[in-house]
C-alpha cells in the first residue's frame, strides 16, 4: 500500500485520532543481530567496527556478512532468511550503507557504485519477516536511515515489526556511539524498544534515533486511505472509473450501470478490510500475533461511517 500526502482537514484528523488503532509499542524479540554492511572500500567500516565490539559484548551473538554489490546485500538477505528458517532464530537485522529518501546505495564490486531502492527491498524484507512470525526488528545505520521508513508501505505481508534509524543526516562517530549504545541497551532484561532507542539518541549527539512500530504507519496509512475515500471529489472520481469499466466490460444501460453503483459500498466491507489486516500481521499464519497487532475493523468501519458527514462537508 503507498501512503499519499492526503492532506487531512482539522474534521477528517479528528476522525483518524479517534479510530480505534493497534496495541501501541513494539516488543523485542530477538537473539541473533544479523549485521549486514554495503559500503565503498574507502569507507570507514563500521559494521564490521561493531561486529567486533559485540563480540567482545557477547560472543556468538553477532553475525556479520560484508557485501561487495546490489546483488550480494540481495543474496544475503536470503542467507539470512534462509538461516533463520533451519534455526528457528529471530534476527535484528543491521544493515550499514549509505541511504537517502529514495533507498540505499554502496559499491558495486568494480569500483563504481550502485543503487537498491527500498521498493526493491520490500519483497525479501516480507520474507525475512516471515522467518521469525512477524517479530523482524531493522536496524538502519546509515546516514539518513529513518528514509527505510519507505520500505513499510507496500503488503501484503509486514516487512517487519518497527524500523530504527536516525531522524537525519549524522556524522559516522555519532552514528557509531549511539548504535553501540543502542545493542549496550539492548541487554537489559525485559528491554522496552522505546527506552533503548532514547538511550541510544542520548549517545548519538544533535541527531537522534527513533523508532517507529509497523502496525502504527500501517494503520495511519490505511485509515488516511480511507478517510479520503468518504470526500465527495474522490467518490465521484471512483465512481466515474467503476462506470467506465461496467459500460465497457459488462454492456449495461445507463440505468443499470447507475443501480449497481449505488449499491456499493463507500468504503470496503469490514471482512475485506479485516482480511487484508489479519494478512499483513500474520495473524492468519499465527493467531497468537493477534495479541500484539488486532485492530477491530468492524468498529473501524462503523466509526468511518458514522464520521462520514463530517468528511464531506469538510470536502466540499
Known sequence: ???ADTGLSPLERDLLNRLPGP???ANIQMNEVSSLEWLHPEDRMTGEQLHGWLEQQRPSWSKYISCGSKAEVLAALVTITDRAIQSKLIPLLHLEAHGDKDGLEGSDGAGGAEFLSWKELADPLQQLNLAP???LVIFIAACTGFAGIKAFYRGPRAPAVALVGPVDRIVDGDLLRGTKEFYRRLRDPNPRLIDVVASASSEAGPVGFEVEPF??????????TLIASLRHDERSRRADKLRQRMQATQQLTSSET???LSTLPVIPL???LQLEWNTLFMIDLWPENREKFAVDMTLVRET????EQHVLLSSR
Not at 502496525?215 to 488516511?224: R, S, V
Not at 468511518?304 to 464520521?307: E, N, Q, W
Open 1 to 3: 500500500m503507498d501512503l
Open 23 to 25: 496495541p501501541p509499542g
Open 133 to 135: 512470525s512477524c517479530n
Open 215 to 224: 502496525a502504527i504507519l500501517a494503520f495511519e496509512a490505511m485509515a488516511q
Open 258 to 260: 447507475e443501480n449497481r
Open 270 to 272: 469490514a471482512a475485506d
Open 304 to 307: 468511518l461511517l458514522a464520521g
